[in-house]
């Protein structure tokens, strides 16, 4: 893929840049530029360029404002010690919006032109990079959208991919310390058939009211069941979860209806070196209150790109509270602990990457 740029004629200034990468947040600044690659039947994907970042402008009849047509993605960017950017698994990612795609009746990008799109991007807004100190990045986010100006409800004939970079700090305010859950027994996430594997909008959109619930009952995020039996777990709105057990095995919900993650893959295999078996499986909210009480399950955490490895505390519910199991720590567990060092150690170049996971970029 052949990709125009466009310098920006007034990027922020380097000590603008410098306060704004001493503390990122989270999703509230921008980089100089942004990438848009356009697709239609008869072209396919075309004039892929790079521009100033900036506000585009859409019909109030486009596809996507009435019909949430869209897929997105959630990535990083590392810098090493010696200076140099890596991207971790960027082509899980490519892979992933290509399936969530297939979902939304959207067309699928090449993981290549995925990849050679976000390392783009990348390299022209290189300076908004942070240093790897503290464990700042800088977040990607692709995403595809119904561009087509049409009221009809059919698979849009015009289709928009962009990326878009924002400096990253700790996703959750307070650093690093147990999140505490709310249970919702109200709403549900996805059913059979439905979204639950896709990375699309419409299933954050959902996520919302429940977590306002959550926020509510003074709850830090919120647990979703199935939705037939409304007994199994599910995930949180923006991350995947794992439950130690006391014999160094780990417990994550797989139920066919999750948003699979590339951190929740990715920490399996890490465990599998650490020596810890993952059962992917069904989990019942039965087992998650009978195996905490009785002290069988000794750590919770949760993971995603942007939360990274996030321990879990206490699970309130309308019925009551299951306790945070026994060896929450004030930062979490230990394994947690050791998992999420063996993680970022790897993404940000402290440790050797015998998987081949980081993409230079
Ligand atoms: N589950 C949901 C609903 C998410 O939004 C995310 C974040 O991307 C995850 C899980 C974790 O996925 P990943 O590890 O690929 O970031
Ligand atoms: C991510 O971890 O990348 C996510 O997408 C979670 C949230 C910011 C939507």
New binding site residues.
């Given amino acids: 893929m052949e990709i125009s740029v466009t310098g920006n004629a007034a990027p922020v200034p380097d000590d603008r840049l410098a306060e704004i990468l001493s503390a990122p947040g989270f999703g509230v600044h921008f980089t100089d530029h942004m990438l848009t690659v356009e697709w239609t039947p008869e072209k396919g994907w075309h004039d892929a360029r790079i521009t100033p970042y900036g506000p585009i402008t859409l019909d109030p009849a486009t596809a996507v404002l009435h019909y949430a047509q869209e897929t997105f993605e959630?990535m990083k960017a590392y810098r090493h010690e010696d200076g140099s950017i890596w991207s971790f698994r960027p082509e899980e990612n490519g892979a992933r919006m290509a399936r969530s795609s297939h979902r939304l009746a959207l067309p699928v990008l090449e993981v290549e032109d995925f990849v050679a799109a976000v390392d783009a991007l990348v390299r022209v807004d290189e300076r908004w990079v942070p240093d790897g100190a503290g464990e700042k990045s800088l977040y990607l986010r692709p995403f595809m959208f119904a561009s087509e100006k049409f009221l009809g409800v059919r698979p849009s004939q015009h289709v928009t991919f962009m990326v878009i970079a924002s400096p990253a700090g700790a996703y959750f305010k307070g650093g690093l310390k147990p999140v505490s859950l709310w249970l919702t027994e109200e709403y549900t996430r996805a059913g059979r058939g439905g979204m639950g594997a896709a990375?699309t909008g419409g299933?954050y959109a959902s996520s919302l009211v429940a977590q306002q619930e959550a926020t509510s009952h003074g709850c830090d995020q919120v647990v979703f069941l199935d939705a037939q039996e409304m007994r199994y777990v599910e995930?949180l709105?923006?991350?995947?979860m794992y439950f130690v057990y006391d014999d160094g095995h780990i417990v994550t919900p797989a139920t066919g209806t999750?948003?699979e993650?590339?951190?929740?893959a990715s920490i399996i295999e890490l465990a599998g070196k650490l020596g810890h078996s993952v059962e992917e499986r069904r989990f019942s909210i039965e087992e998650w209150r009978d195996d905490v009480s009785s002290g069988r399950i000794r750590e919770i955490f949760a993971?995603?790109?942007?939360a990274v490895v996030t321990p879990v505390g206490s699970l309130k519910h309308a019925g009551g509270e299951i306790p945070a199991p026994a060896d929450t720590g004030e930062a979490g567990g230990e394994l947690t602990g050791r998992i999420r060092s063996a993680l970022v150690d790897l993404q940000f170049g402290r440790a050797e990457d015998t998987f081949g996971w980081m993409h230079r970029i």
């Fill in positions: 959630g990375k299933n995930e709105g923006g991350m995947n999750i948003l993650g590339i951190t929740r993971c995603g790109t942007a």
